[in-house]
Structures are given as structure tokens and as C-alpha cells.
DNA sequence: TTGTAAGCGTTATCAT
DNA sequence: ATGATAACGCTTACAA
């Protein structure tokens, strides 16, 4: 008995425990478990009882193994997660709200969205049940291998070209249209546009919509008025330095995201111009920070919880049914107004 | 031949399908591939070929159920991760770095925590082979069952009076003394302390060093200088408020931490007020958000990243050696004096 | 309704 | 150096 009470702290008690205190077959006590129909309610009700007083708890890797999945899915991260620390909690929790509802749990990789074989070793190794892909961009050449392996991935915040392969993507487009209008409504002629071309697609649908605005308002495109950088602080500013130099200047500007702009408002400011009055300014995705500037920024908002509800909830689909066809939404997004254009 | 590749595509490999395509028995497969001694060369190296030509990844659910860990690190919360995004952010990225260096990964919980039963069940299920608790207080009725469980388990960012338990924590203590000298060396006699006393261990450091400071400062303590607050914005307003309305108010103000000093500041500036000229304002934590105001806002920076380091790396003390014994460290703090108190 | 037994893919303990 | 074989703890045909 003493030596009983003694294992029962080391070793997890099994089903094989609780079947030999009731003098049943595991099997048995596997079912009364599972709530199978093909048990005695009696017997049930006593496996029950007696997994409770023993503190049963399945043990999650046999089951892993048997059932042949983990309930967990993978996020791959293959951008910093710091720096853009707003976008990723918000995504994360709406994410581990989604998976947890529906009975998953939500493993983070940071190092394995950084090397294609790394990837698939970890799909090979069925860790996890499906992917979530948090990247700047996936090429085709990662898309392909991936469909192959029959894991389940979605691709989260990124549209992409692929019609094999399921997004959940915010309406950048329609986002970036929406600002434009905004600033033409406002009486702007020149804009300038601090462009990030390494973002691939989201660039694309971005500087396609700061295009069609203008043509929509019959103002001819310069290309002088749109310069791009990678992302740096020095970088962003000097490409605002650079709008700023231009013989005829900008009256407003937008910037490629949030972090950008408010780079680009510390260069205006540090100018001594006043923002809006001699200068209008925007951001895109919605980023806190964006409010708590001086002025504070006019952005586009993404509904960032909700596209990390809904990747893991596209993704459960897959796992539910795996029939299911490629699963590709486009979430709206919102304009912020803000102090930055109509202060 | 058509067969074995079609399945191929849908089945993962195995020790047994390499051991068959080699003709040799699955130990010898496995001891090759785990580098084991009692192998020859020559049949290691067979064996490590034809294992990558088939593109075998061994089963993780296999290999936990074997060897009985998985070589994964929950990380349970019981505070929203939105709102605090950068403390989120930051010490995630900590945690997966110190974890994937180790060939570790991190798994999230965010109800488990919500209920001590679902903590347990989460022990006991061995979903992962150790906890790190992100808990604004861990009461000791939770401690001691994760003790009997004999689940090793961290406490992140808090310390906790019980010998028995492991945390990694900044140092509260010397940080709130750091900015409470800096305060006193400006020359501040009154000093108000917008307090948050549900963080229990947390706020009985803060509110120990500035008690201290005061006497080392020969001051009387005033309690009614002291105003709590349960984090709210309205509420961290209002404390804010109270402090401004005392007959003789103070000329300069501590919040708990950065979050309550952004709203006091706009507290402040709406009632005219100059900051610091006309009142002093200091946060605690260094979250970024506090360096974007409008003035920024003077703190005492907590190595968030170092802290997520170093909670894995304890974890992982104790998964190395279960004889390890409690790991209690308390990081140093840095104090960031901005325009908020030397504007 | 219940029990027996096979199997999930490994690793580890024996023999040989 | 290598091969059977028994676990690890669970689920699920198949028998009884």
C-alpha cells in the first residue's frame, strides 16, 4: 500500500491501473472512457468514478501515436517577432482563442521557417497536425514540397499566387484604396508613397491600388514620388529626406506600414514642418503604436485577431474533412482616421 | 512499384521500410541513425544514405511515447497577451531562441491557466515536459500540487515565497529604489505612487523600495500619496486625478508600471499641466510604447528578452538533472531616464 | 456487454 | 555487430 502511494506520485496512472482496481479489461475501461456506446452505463459510471479518485489523464503521446495526431498546430514564424510585437500578440491571441475553443494547442517555430529542410523534417515528423505560415512571402518553391507532404497549411496575413494553397489575407487593396480616397477627397495632388517592394504580393496590391487611385482621379502617375526602402529606420527616414528634397514635394505621404510612418514623422517633424498642415501622413495595418504619436497617424487597420482566428479555423477544416478544398479569404480592413491628415 | 509510390507521398517513411529496402532488422536501423557504437561503419553509413533517399523523418509521437518526453515547453498564461503585446513579444522571442537552441519548442496555453484543473490535467497528460507559469501571482495552492505532480515548472517575471519553487524575475526591488533616488536627487519632497496592489510580490517590492527611499530620504511617508488602481484606463485616470486634487499635490508621480503612466500623462496634459516642469512622471517596465509619447516617459527597463532566456534555460536545468534543485534568479533592471523628469 | 489481441513507430534489452 | 522481442499507453477490430 505504502509502495502503491509511492508510485502514484512518479508514475501517471494508466488505464491498465484503473483496470486492475476494478478487475476489468483495458479495452473496457478504454471505451467507458471514451464514452462508447458498447458499455454498460454501470460500468461506465464506475470506470469513471474511478479514473476521477485516480486522477487519470490519458496520456497525450500513446494517444498521439494511435490516433495518429497531436491536436496541435505549428506557427512558423520566419520574420522577427519582436519589432512587431502588436501585430504578432494580437494574431497569437486570437489564434490560441481559436485553437483552444476546438480542443489544439498552438506550437510556435521560429527556426524552421528559416530553412526549407528544417520545414519539412518538421512536417515529416507529424509534431504537429497542421501549419500556420507567418512569413514575408512564401515562393512556390516552398508551397510545392509542402502540398506534397499532405500536411495542412495556411498562410496567414499573405495572399498568394497559388491556387493549391489557403491564405487568410487582410484587403490591401481596398485598404490602400480607401486611404487614397481619403487624401484625394482632401484635395492632395501629389502623393508620395515609401514603398516596400521586398513584401512581394502585399507591395503589389498595395502600390496597385495607390496607382489605380490616381488614374481613378485622373492625376498622372510620377515616379518620383515613390521610393522605396527596406524597412531600416535610417532607411525610412532618409526616403522621407528624399521626398522632401523634391523640387515640387509631396503635400501628403503614405508609408508601406505603421512602423515606417512613424519613422517618416519624426523625419518631417524634425524639419519643423507641421503634420497635417504642411505635410499629411498615413501608415497601413492598424499598429497601436499608431495612436500614440504626436499627431497621432492615420492607418488602415487590420483585423489582425481575426485573421489569426480564422487561419487556425481554416486549417481545422483540413483536419475535420480532408476533402476539403483550398480555403482563400480576404478580411476587410478599416481607415483609421486619424490626427496625421485632417488634425 | 507504382504502389509503393503512391503511398509514398501519403504515409511517412520508416525504420521498418528502411530496414526492409536494406534488407537488415529495424534495431540495427535505429542504432544506426541514433549513432550508437555498436554499429559498423559501413552499415551506418547504408543505413544514414538510404534513410535520407527515402526522406525518412523519425515519428515524433513515437518517439515520445517511447522515451517518454517530447521535447516541448508550455508556457501557460493567465494574463491577456493583448495589451501587453511588446512584454508578450519579448519574452516569447526569448523563450523560442533558448528553447530551439536546445531542440525544444514552446507550446502555449492560455486557458489552462484559468483553472488550477486544467493545469493539472495538462501535467499529468504529459503534453510537455515542463511548465513555465506567465501568472501575475501564483498562489501557493497552485505550487504545491504542480510540486506532487513532479512536473518541473518556472515562474516567469514573478518572484514567489515558497523555497520549494523556481522563478526567473526582474529585480523589482532595486529598480523602483533606482527611480525613486533619481526622483529624490531632482529634488522632489512629495512623490505620488499610483499603486496596482493586486500584483501582490510585485507591488509589495515597488511599493517596499519607495517606502525606503523616502526614509533613506529622511521624508515622511504620506499614505495619502498613495492611490491604487486595478490597471482600468478610467481608473488609472482617475487615481491620476485624485493625486492632482490633494490640497498639497505632488510634484512628481510613479506608476506601477508604463501602461498606468501613459494614461496618467494624459491625465495630466489635460489639465494644462507641463510634465515634467509642472509634476515629474515615471513609469517601470520599459515597454516600448512608453518612448513614443509626447514627452516620453522616464522607466525602469526590465531585460524581458533575458527573462524568457532564462526561464527555458532553468526548465531545462531541470530536465537535464531531476535532482536539480530550485533555481531562484532575480535580473537586474535598468533605469531609463527620458524627457518625462529631466524635459 | 466484455475480453483478447493487434498495432501505432520507436527504443532498449536481451540473446546470438 | 546484428537480430528478435518486449515495452511505451492507448484505440479498435474481432471474438466470445
Redesign the interface.
Known sequence: MAFTQTLF??M??TIEDISKQLGVSISTVSRALNGKVDVSEATKERVQQVAQEM????????R??RR?R?E?IGFVFNT???G???Y???I??GA??AA?ENGH???????AGHSPDEL??LC????VDGLVLVWDHVPATVIDPLL?E?LPFVILGRRVNHHQASYVSPDNYNGALALMRHLLDLGHMRIGFIDRPAMKLTHVDRFAAYRDALEGASIPFDPSLVIATDGEQSNNQSATYQLLDLPSPPTAVIAFHDLIA?DALEAILERGLHVPRDIALAGFDGL??SL???PSITTVKQPL?KIGEQSVQALLCFLANNKQQPIQITLPVQLEIRESTIG
Chains 1, 2 share one sequence.
Do not use: H, M, W
Open positions: 506520485q512518479i501517471p496512472v486522477g487519470y489523464q490519458p496520456s497525450a503521446a500513446a498521439n501515436l495518429q497531436t496541435k522577427a517577432i519582436s512587431i510585437s502588436d504578432f500578440a494580437e497569437i491571441a490560441t482563442t483552444e494547442n498552438i506550437v510556435l517555430y521560429t527556426n519539412l523534417k515529416k515528423a507529424r509534431e506534397e499532405a512613424i497601436s503604436a500614440l504619436t504626436k485577431r
